[in-house]
T-cell receptor, first 114, second 113 residues
Framework: DQQVKQNSPSLSVQEGRISILNCDYT??????FLWYKKYPAEGPTFLIS?????DKNEDGRFTVFLNKSAKHLSLHIVPSQPGDSAVYFC?????????????FGQGTILTVHP | KAGVTQTPRYLIKTRGQQVTLSCSPI?????VSWYQQTPGQGLQFLFE???????NKGNFPGRFSGRQFSNSRSEMNVSTLELGDSALYLC????????????FGSGTRLTVV
């Protein structure tokens, strides 16, 4: 049972345009969501997070949107840069009962073309 | 500020052997979580330790175990290695939970032959 899903295995965008990565979840108990970027043979690097009490969080070029009723979150990268090319994972936690346990999506490979 | 340090970076073991991986968290972080990444299963949670106590455990067989020391450093052990245990093993440290952020180490690449 995959509780966090990233249905797009890959996404290709042009430099300077917007990248939108999507993530759906099924567990309504998740109350904290995170996005990570990962290069091969390295650990994930934290990008941005959002609590379930918010619907939007911004940090520079990165914005995360949370739609609790649809159990959907998205990561917007504007403008996209070639250095953003990596695998992006969304992750979720139920802080009240599952401290320390992140449930990850399968990842989306983002390629930004110059 | 030093990051999360995992040792060794690479390891090759034979089926049936056991292996111990080490993780040193960021100073002040009391939570250490372990994950297994494989191409087929993605990133899967193994277990989490907080102040030397296991708070959470994922769906892995008992061959996978871990512990945390008083200085928050953690080790995970895999006994009776199987070919399917070949993976990138990642640890993440946090002050407590997601709201405080999880920082990952670079991982240990385990190859079982």
């Amino acid at each position: 049972d995959q509780q966090v899903k990233q249905n797009s295995p890959s996404l290709s965008v042009q430099e300077g345009r917007i990248s939108i990565l999507n993530c759906d979840y099924t567990n309504s108990m998740f109350d904290y969501f995170l996005w990570y970027k990962k290069y091969p043979a390295e650990g994930p690097t934290f990008l941005i997070s959002i609590s379930s009490i918010k619907d939007k969080n911004e940090d520079g070029r990165f914005t995360v949107f949370l739609n609790k009723s649809a159990k959907h979150l998205s990561l917007h990268i504007v403008p996209s840069q070639p250095g953003d090319s990596a695998v992006y994972f969304c992750a979720a936690e139920t802080s009240g009962t599952s401290y320390g346990k992140l449930t990850f999506g399968q990842g989306t490979i983002l390629t930004v073309h110059p | 500020k030093a990051g999360v340090t995992q040792t060794p970076r690479y390891l090759i073991k034979t089926r049936g052997q056991q292996v111990t991986l080490s993780c040193s968290p960021i100073s002040g972080h009391r939570s250490v979580s372990w994950y297994q990444q494989t191409p087929g299963q993605g990133l899967q949670f193994l277990f989490e330790y907080f102040s030397e106590t296991q708070r959470n455990k994922g769906n892995f067989p008992g061959r996978f175990s871990g512990r945390q020391f008083s200085n928050s450093r953690s080790e995970m052990n895999v006994s009776t290695l199987e070919l399917g245990d070949s993976a990138l093993y990642l640890c993440a440290s946090s002050f407590d939970r997601a709201a405080y952020g999880y920082t990952f180490g670079s991982g240990t690449r385990l190859t079982v032959v």
